[in-house]
């Protein structure tokens, strides 16, 4: 049996704040909130700062809220991360945790609990598609649009390396296999910031096993469909109102390519589009430092 490994998930921005250059003035102020649904569900959260968010982070599919933390760190603003539907400490979705409209609902009560005043919504990937969502349902509650990586135009094609790797093994032997393969799969990131990430994403079992916090929710749910189902919210982007900024990775793990970019500004002719060259499609775990730029320059 595997040694267990200890875990305290408030212990690693120091790490963070050391691997990209980040002032390290002692721990910052997070704390872990849960917050009720309409029927009984709850979702998780990481709340940073004692003021009221200013901003609002979605992570993308398999992903979870520390997934922003290098990010958080340098804006060093006020803000609140979300656990979306069966991912990291959230409760399962209602239907499809790769559901953006039954995620956008969900996400919209946290928004107004913790965050109604917030000067913008970031979202990456299926965060994205989330927050696309959230801006057709609630447009009230996003003032300002921060798409990362991500467009509807996200296909079987454009996706499926990260679904390969997302569909992969449901459980792993010990946390070197689970590193092995999360470090074959995310070649653009650094061994150190990936243990990180699988000690927030994933759960040791008793016997010493490893695996996904995600994996606790996984249903029926077809990729292909879904895939369907994202194309959709491009008549949701033809009736935002408030301004939108895409980011784009310029690296080959990117899941938005040209043609993506010209559609979105034929629906949104005055979207600002930035292209990010160091960065894959996480562009916050590739250069954190410069999404946070890009971010804190389009919502000050």
Not at 38 to 67: C, I
């Amino acid at each position: 049996m595997s040694a267990m490994v200890p875990y305290d998930e408030m212990a690693y921005f120091h790490e963070n704040a050391e691997e990209y250059g980040v002032p390290w003035t002692g721990p910052p102020t997070v704390r872990r909130e849960a917050f009720p649904l309409r029927d009984g569900r709850k979702l998780s959260a990481l709340v940073w700062g004692d003021g009221a968010p200013e901003l609002v982070f979605l992570h993308g599919g398999a992903q979870n809220a520390h997934t922003w933390d290098t990010v958080a760190l340098a804006i060093q603003r006020p803000l609140i991360a979300i656990d979306l539907p069966g991912h990291g400490h959230s409760d399962g979705p209602a239907a499809s945790s790769i559901d953006p409209q039954g995620n956008a609902a969900d996400v919209a009560d946290v928004v107004r609990a913790a965050a109604p005043a917030a000067k913008g919504v970031i979202g990456m990937s299926l965060g994205g598609l989330t927050a696309i969502a959230l801006g057709g349902l609630a447009p009230e509650l996003v003032r300002a649009m921060v798409l990362v990586d991500v467009t509807p135009g996200v296909n079987e094609r454009k996706g499926s390396v990260i679904a390969e790797f997302i569909n992969g093994p449901e459980s792993f032997p010990n946390f070197d296999e689970i590193l092995a393969r999360t470090v074959e799969y995310n070649p653009t990131r650094t061994v150190s910031s990936l243990r990180r990430g699988i000690l927030h994403n994933a759960v040791q079992r008793e016997d010493g096993s490893w695996v996904w916090r995600y994996m606790r929710f996984r249903g029926a749910e077809q990729p292909a469909e879904a895939f369907r189902e994202f194309g959709k919210l491009w008549d949701t982007v033809s009736g935002l109102k408030m301004p939108v900024m895409l980011v784009r990775g310029m690296r080959p793990q990117s899941v938005v390519d040209d043609d993506d970019e010209a559609e979105l500004l034929r629906r949104l002719p005055n979207a600002r589009i930035e292209h990010v060259a160091e960065a894959g499609h996480s562009v916050q775990g590739d250069t954190p430092l410069e999404l946070a730029r890009l971010i804190t320059s389009f919502i000050p």
